[in-house]
């Protein structure tokens, strides 16, 4: 019979490469781990871009739900809000009821921030057109995703203490929205439509000086109402 026939290899080279795989597999536990632990300590002390490094290297080693959750809060912190929003989608892929639990209470926690961002623009001196009507609707947007976590996972005090803050600040914005157009100089043209929550971002610079400012302020706003001693005031909760 002409050909040769199979020959199954030595055993010990089997164990060689099952030990070789099991090595490669171990190394590659060590290293998403090291990268996760540094992440966290950045993350710790508030240095939040380079977390947000560690935490992209320790998902690009070994993708799990902690280090897609730990990246996603890393980049809302260090203000790459496009980045964060995409790594909630990836939370979500999963379809795990808790996913999508986390998925709903971050994206509220995201959208607060935008709103925050068009809120501080409505306030300068020179406000875009629209920029009050954007705060309103993201912090609709937060409301929303919050009550979807609520729906999602039952009590979560916080997502609920979360929806109340957004209620008590929509009345706000929603009240200054009608003082502004109450006393709107007939001179300035008025914004026709909802807001486009889809348009280009604005300079990636601004947004960082913007921030930056935001921050400054949080301390101050935080401080004032505590002082009020407001129900609805402080950080939001996870």
């Known amino acids: 019979m002409n050909g040769s026939t199979y020959q199954a290899p030595p055993t010990w080279r089997v164990i060689v490469l099952i030990a070789l795989l099991q090595f490669s597999y171990w190394q590659i536990q060590q290293d998403s781990h090291t990268e996760m632990n540094a992440g966290l300590e950045a993350y710790a002390t508030e240095d939040y871009q380079p977390a947000k490094q560690h935490f992209e290297n320790a998902l690009a080693q070994q993708s799990s739900p902690e280090a897609l959750r730990n990246l996603a809060l890393a980049c809302l912190k260090s203000r790459d809000l496009d ?3 995409q790594v909630a989608d990836q939370i979500a892929s999963s379809g795990n009821r808790n996913d999508l639990a986390w998925r709903d209470f971050f994206l509220g926690n995201l959208a607060w921030r935008r709103s925050e961002l068009a809120e501080f ?6 406000p875009p057109a629209g920029a009050l009507e954007r705060a309103i609707a993201h912090t609709e947007a937060a409301l929303q995703a919050w009550q979807a ?4 996972r039952d009590e ?6 979360n929806t109340q803050r957004a209620d008590y600040r929509l009345a706000l914005l929603r009240e ?6 109450g006393n709107a100089d007939p001179n300035v043209e ?3 439509g909802p807001p486009d929550l889809n348009a280009a971002p604005m300079d990636p610079a601004e947004q960082e000086r913007l921030m930056q400012q935001l921050d400054r302020l949080d301390l101050q706003e935080a401080a004032r109402k505590a002082e009020q001693k407001l129900d609805l005031s402080g950080a939001l909760e996870w």
């Open 176 to 181: 200054e929205q009608q003082a502004n157009a």
């Open 190 to 192: 008025k914004m026709n």
């Open 83 to 85: 980045r964060a929003a």
């Open 121 to 126: 623009e409505a306030h300068g001196p020179v």
């Open 149 to 152: 976590a609520l729906e999602t």
């Open 156 to 161: 979560w005090p916080e997502a609920l203490r």
